[in-house]
């Protein structure tokens, strides 16, 4: 722990530091160089893709270098490509000095509902390889407590999101990273390890103490091995779906308990850079929460020589206008956060917001208030964007009041918005507790194009699924699955897992349904409050969906952070994945204060059976003179008490 | 056991029963009918409690500020219902729009199998208008519903006009956890099974209607909203839902405890609830309450919009507004501080409403009769039946004493045969089908042959049919097996004694003031029918015990509790609207009385009636 202490000891000191100088003068270069304990060797200068008002970069776009633009909006420079060109040149360096390189960006997108969708990510890439059976012992802007677990576990990927809220596909379009409702874990372990049960039951039990989450709840009931739907994101072409293991808990709440953890694997912490407007308070007042952490191998540079480890942080909120708001439709970050960027994290090598106005291009919605001389595009979800950039670590950003808070001014009520490719639904049909139906409702609205989506229903062994049930149709007609890939549950023991590839017809609505029968639990198995329901995870559905415009396959390119998640491999179509509503399903619950009476009436039944039982079993029957009724025996009483003789 | 074991004591035992049962039936019906009305004797019932922790103990702050706006909203409403001449589904879909909601509408029909003509209903088709409003942070598991219907006939948009305000308040407060659904449904009853069965994705009454496209996950409670009335002095609250389900009482509850925070005067049954209980005039008011509860449940019928919601385990109420009690006045912003308080309070619940009772009679708000208390009136009545049947038994298992020598020749011909008993039951059950199916199947015959309108064929035919069933049987049986038997009509009594036990148990069980009703007219006939009465007085007693008069008496009793009594010719138009509207509420919405009383309850009572006429 001494390397993170005396870092965190650093970053205080350094934030210290920059503040003052922030106060004292407006020299750009002095401030940035300022830091010397902890910038890197491989930290390129911030000097030479600085860009300076005046100078006016080359107008290329990266996306689609051919488009020359010439508006009287400056583009920006793939600067980014400037850090990425000196790094080879790094390689010679010592071996003590630390390669590692984070960047943190932040993505605001004024949404047609009028909500505010705000995504963080924050990017770490650490040079290493535990591969070679390197022990890794020094630590600098990768998390320690990462690090160690992935290297104990021999872990190749892995990714966690805690979410709270449902992402509303249908109001606010794909968010850049998709999360189903509270938490999901998915990892992919080396193909070294042999008991990947047990790394598996460790790593969930270690991830819910790093997470302070109920990971631990994590066991074979609600792990799966999905074969098709969760390939690895990063390098690496093992696909065998033994090494992989996933699991759900749509129940798991989310708050700041997990939030905490979170900020605190970042090299800035909250001290510096977008972190600062990470207050949770504002956090959870929105309509939607969702937190995430992702580890896999890539690239170390464009030849793909090594690997290193890359760790994404992403944070994503919608924020609800109409009720912060009271109306008036007016945000800016100092509302939505109680906060506004006053530097970058100076351990950061790019800092940098983006807001999305490829909505506004004339400002005829929204009036974006400072604004950005820099625009970029970028080709998110099949769609080319354009954004306005703010790039923190340029000193001017932040103007002369040395704070950046933006500020959109709504002038019109947006528009419809276009309509996303792909959405889905799913509920529960039918009444009473005996059996139900889940309906899962996937909607293609592409007008002239089909395209094979995959869908993984993972259901619990306490839903018995009639698989023969099972249809799927498309605008009336059977849709016959191409591929499908059923385990059935056992009791107790492991999940229903559904996998199918369904080719989704141009413009339509494609249903899956499956009948179930809810089990009758063990009394010991129901939750504290069975009357609530069980939940069931919600489905995930990967497609690759054709794009709109030609995708950037170019992975050598530096991409702005959200936009290149998922790797791209053809032009004409980009990867989406959708989570579908968890559902809440009510099982036969017996009347929990019964057993008590239970108790006392079986006694009471065995009591009195067997009592006559044991009565009539022992009892030996002879023939008695038939005594005499009470009348007359009363009566003897009275004539012997006189002396009269009796009767 | 042990008192069976020994046969002198057994014997003794049956002795006792047999000799003094005639004077124990009559102190169990007499007892029964004293427990019942006792019910409703204030120190013998229970203050109601909340019993859901989730609701009890959390204190909620009503601020809804705007009844005013709501009663403009209502009114704009009621001037685009006007100009559209039925449900505006436009308006109402920029209006929630305009309120933050995620607004979807769901189209309907469905063809009535007989006009009804106490809405004027034939063809349905309209159209349902819901707006969802998503709970911040929530992953779309839960929901509440608050729902008004709009239909040609009633003047509900004050009531839409709260629903309206109250989604641009509720929009605007964070802390929901639920989705709730605000739903304007046209038609009320048909509209809302529309719904229901599309949100359930179900169809069990043939009802016709485009698929919903949003939802908000399982549906927790709902409320119904009625505001007939332009001044409102009081609330009442509607509980009996469709075959005599009953919500959880902690709504009651719920909706009791506003009431008294807010200071509503609130009512059940259009009742107060008065305070001078050890008073004559205040128990004979709560007995009217109670009473009222009984034959509203015992109908079966769905009471409000509310009642079509319990099938699907939602627990639902009405709130109605009544204009009854001139000095209070009742304004839209109080109620829908009520209404936020209610829902405000569902908000924080964990678990589904289940802490409560779902079995429960109310003499008034603050008083309820739990199963436990009720079910010994009924176990009264139903004993008589095993008390008859068990008499009869011994009776067939002894060897009468008297006849002996003559008996002697027939012994092999006493034994009734199986077909003798077969018989009168297949008999009466298929009278007992043809009542079911035949009206309905029959109206168009009907039509063309008689002057009269389908709704009249429908019920005069099942009139007709069960008239004609009372001529039937007593003239079969003879055909079959020759000769009755003194054994013949006994074992068929036997046999008719326990199914009618079983019957009555099992009603009484689900529908506890049907049960109820049904043994207070049928327990008398079956117990003491025989062939050997005189027949023209028995004859009478039986027709008027039977069940289609137990519903003609119904109707007056309903009328004299409701404080508006009907003279005889009324009486009988009214009873005839009651019949269609018993199998019109079958067949749209699924209500069993109708099935049960042609299928079972009546053959039931035919059997008796056979007896009476055993040759």
């Not at chain 1, 208030?369 to 932040?398: E, H, I």
């Not at chain 2, 709130?319 to 209404?339: E, M």
Request: one cysteine or more; aromatic letters at 12%; proline letters at 6%.
């Amino acid at each position: 722990m001494a390397p993170r202490s005396s870092i965190a000891f650093l970053l205080a000191f350094a934030a210290l530091c920059s503040l003052q100088l922030c106060e004292v003068s407006d020299d750009l270069d002095q401030t940035k160089s300022e830091p010397e304990p902890f910038t890197e060797p491989n930290q390129v200068p911030v000097d030479e893709k600085l860009e300076k008002p005046g100078e006016v970069p080359p107008i290329v776009s990266y996306s689609d270098p051919i488009e020359e633009s010439h508006d009287d909006k400056q583009w920006q420079a793939t600067e980014e490509e400037a850090i990425a060109k000196p790094e080879p040149d790094e390689e010679i360096a010592p071996l003590s000095t630390f390669k590692d390189d984070f960047k943190e960006e932040l993505v605001l997108r004024p949404l047609h509902s009028g909500d505010i969708y705000a995504s963080f990510q924050f990017r770490t890439l650490w040079d290493t390889d535990f591969l070679q059976g390197k022990r890794v012992s020094h630590y600098h802007l990768f998390p320690k407590s990462l690090g160690q677990v992935i290297s104990k576990f021999s872990v190749r990927e892995l990714h966690i999101s805690f979410t709270q809220g449902y992402w509303r596909t249908m109001q606010w379009g794909q968010p850049y990273l998709p999360s189903p409702p509270g938490a999901e874990l998915w990892v992919w372990f080396q193909d070294t390890v042999t008991d990947v049960d047990g790394a598996w039951k460790e790593l969930t039990n270690v991830l819910s103490g790093i997470f302070c989450a109920s990971l631990n709840f994590i066991d074979s009931t609600n792990t799966v091995h999905p074969s098709a739907s969760f390939k690895p994101l990063g390098l690496g072409n093992v696909t065998d779906p033994r090494f992989l293991r996933y699991a759900m808990l749509p129940r798991e709440i989310v708050c700041t308990e997990n939030l905490t953890p979170w900020k605190k694997l970042l090299p800035c912490g909250t001290k510096a850079g977008l972190a600062v407007l990470m207050k949770s308070e504002k956090l959870f007042h929105s309509s939607f929460h969702s937190e995430a952490v992702h580890i896999r191998p890539v690239c170390q540079d464009v030849d793909c020589k090594a690997p290193s480890w890359e760790l994404r942080q992403t944070l994503n909120v919608v924020f609800d206008v109409h009720t912060s708001g009271q109306g008036k439709k007016e945000w800016s970050l100092f509302k939505m956060f109680s906060r506004t960027l006053t530097e970058a994290c100076p351990l950061a090598s790019s800092s940098k917001v983006y807001v999305d106005v490829t909505d506004n291009p004339q400002g005829e919605l929204f009036e974006l208030l400072p604004a950005s001389p820099l625009l970029t595009q970028a080709v998110v979800l099949g769609d080319r964007r354009t954004y306005s950039v703010y790039d923190l670590t340029n000193k001017d950003t932040f103007g002369s009041t040395r704070s950046l808070n933006l500020l959109v001014r709504w002038k019109a009520d947006s528009g419809e918005m276009v309509r996303p490719l792909l959405h889905s639904e799913r509920y529960v049909a039918g009444f009473g507790l005996q059996t139900g139906e889940i309906h899962t409702l996937i909607y293609n609205y592409h007008p002239y194009r089909a395209f094979p989506v995959l869908l993984l229903e993972t259901v619990p062994w306490y839903l018995r699924l009639y698989i023969h049930t099972l249809t799927v149709t498309s605008k009336n007609k059977e849709n016959k699955p191409s591929y499908i890939h059923y385990q059935p549950s056992k009791d107790r023991l492991r999940p229903h897992l559904l996998e199918m590839m369904v080719q989704l017809p141009p413009n339509s609505v494609t249903e899956v349904t499956v009948q179930f029968e809810r089990a009758l639990l063990k009394w010991t198995e129901y939750t504290p409050d069975p009357n609530h329901g069980f939940y069931v995870g919600s489905s995930v559905i990967s497609a690759l969906v054709p794009s709109m415009v030609a995708m950037d396959t170019n992975n050598t390119q530096e991409q702005p952070l959200f936009s290149s998640f998922f790797p791209c491999k053809e032009e004409s179509s980009y990867f989406v994945r959708i989570y579908t509503e968890p559902l809440l399903v009510n099982l036969p619950t017996p009347d929990f204060s019964m057993p008590y009476n239970v108790i006392c009436l079986t006694c009471t039944v065995v009591a009195v059976g067997y009592g006559s039982f044991y009565n009539l079993l022992t009892r030996t029957f002879q023939v008695e003179e038939p005594s005499p009724g009470l009348a007359k025996r009363l009566a003897n009483v009275i004539r012997r008490w006189r002396g009269v003789p009796e009767l | 056991m042990g008192l069976l074991s020994d046969p002198n004591r057994r014997r003794a035992l049956t002795n006792l029963l047999t000799r003094l049962n005639t004077p124990i039936c009559l102190v169990c019906y007499v007892a029964g009918l004293a427990w019942f009305m006792g019910l409703a004797f204030e120190p013998f019932t229970l203050r109601t409690y909340m019993s859901e922790n989730a609701m009890g103990s959390t204190m909620v702050e009503e601020r809804f500020p705007a009844g005013e706006r709501a009663l403009a909203t209502g009114r704009e409403f009621a001037a685009h219902k006007r100009k559209a001449g039925g449900m505006p589904v436009d308006w109402l879909v920029k209006t929630m729009q305009a309120r933050g909601l995620e607004v979807y509408t769901q189209q309907f029909s469905r063809t009535l199998p007989f006009p009804d003509e106490n809405t004027e209903r034939y063809m349905v088709k309209g159209t349902n208008v819901y707006g969802i409003l998503r709970a911040p942070r929530a992953s779309r598991t839960e929901a509440l519903v608050l729902t008004a219907s709009c239909s040609e006939g009633n003047s509900n948009h004050q009531a839409v006009g709260l629903l309206l305000g109250l989604a641009q308040y509720f929009r605007n407060q964070v802390y929901w956890a639920k989705d709730i659904i605000f739903l304007v449904n046209e038609y009320d009853l048909i509209g809302m099974q529309a719904w229901l069965e599309g949100y359930h994705h179900t169809n069990i009454t043939g009802m016709d209607y485009t698929p919903l496209q949003g939802r908000g996950g399982s549906i927790q409670a709902a409320l119904s909203l009625e505001l007939n009335s332009d001044v409102i002095t009081s609330l009442d609250l509607v509980l009996e839902g469709l075959n005599g389900q009953l919500p959880n009482l902690d709504l009651a509850n719920l909706f009791y405890a506003f009431c008294q925070k807010i200071d509503i005067l609130c009512t059940i049954q259009g009742k107060l609830q008065r305070s001078d209980w050890d008073t004559p005039s205040g128990y004979t008011h709560a007995a009217q309450t109670m009473m009222l509860m009984v034959m509203k449940q015992a109908s079966g019928r769905s009471w409000g919009d509310h009642g079509l919601f319990l099938r699907y385990h939602i627990e639902a109420a009405t709130i109605k507004g009544i204009n009854s009690f001139r000095q209070y006045k009742t304004d839209a912003t109080t109620i829908g501080r009520l209404l936020e308080g209610m829902f405000r309070k569902l908000n924080n619940l964990l678990e589904r409403l289940h802490q409560s009772y779902f079995f429960y009679l109310m003499p008034s708000l603050s008083h309820f009769v739990s199963i436990g208390y009720y079910m010994p009136a009924f176990g009264l009545l139903a004993v008589i039946l095993l008390l008859k049947a068990l008499d009869l038994w011994v009776q067939l298992g002894t060897p009468p004493p008297g006849t002996e020598d003559g008996v002697a020749g027939v012994e092999p011909a006493s034994s009734p045969s199986v077909l003798s008993i077969l018989t009168p039951l297949v008999i009466s059950h298929m009278t007992g089908a043809a009542l079911y199916t035949l009206p309905i199947r029959s109206q168009e015959m009907a039509v063309e042959h008689f002057p009269v309108s389908e709704t009249e064929a429908v019920v005069l035919t099942a009139i007709a049919i069960y008239t004609a069933g009372l001529a039937l049987p007593h003239n079969t049986h003879k055909f079959l097996v020759g000769e009755g038997t003194e054994k013949g009509w006994k074992v068929l009594k036997l046999v008719a004694l326990l199914y009618l036990a079983v019957l009555l148990g099992c009603t009484a069980l689900i529908n506890f003031s049907l049960g109820f009703i049904l043994a207070v007219t049928l327990v008398p006939i079956a117990a003491f029918v025989t062939p050997h009465l005189p027949k023209v007085v028995s004859t009478t007693i039986m027709v008027l015990l039977s069940p289609g008069f137990t519903l003609l008496y119904c109707v007056f009793v309903y009328q004299e509790l409701q404080e508006a009594p009907v003279s005889l010719g009324e009486g009988w138009i009214l009873y005839l609207s009651v019949i269609s509207q018993g199998i019109l509420d079958h067949s749209l919405y699924g209500s069993l009385v109708y099935p049960l009383l042609a299928l079972f309850v009546y053959p039931c009572w035919l059997l008796f009636w056979n007896i009476l006429f055993w040759k």
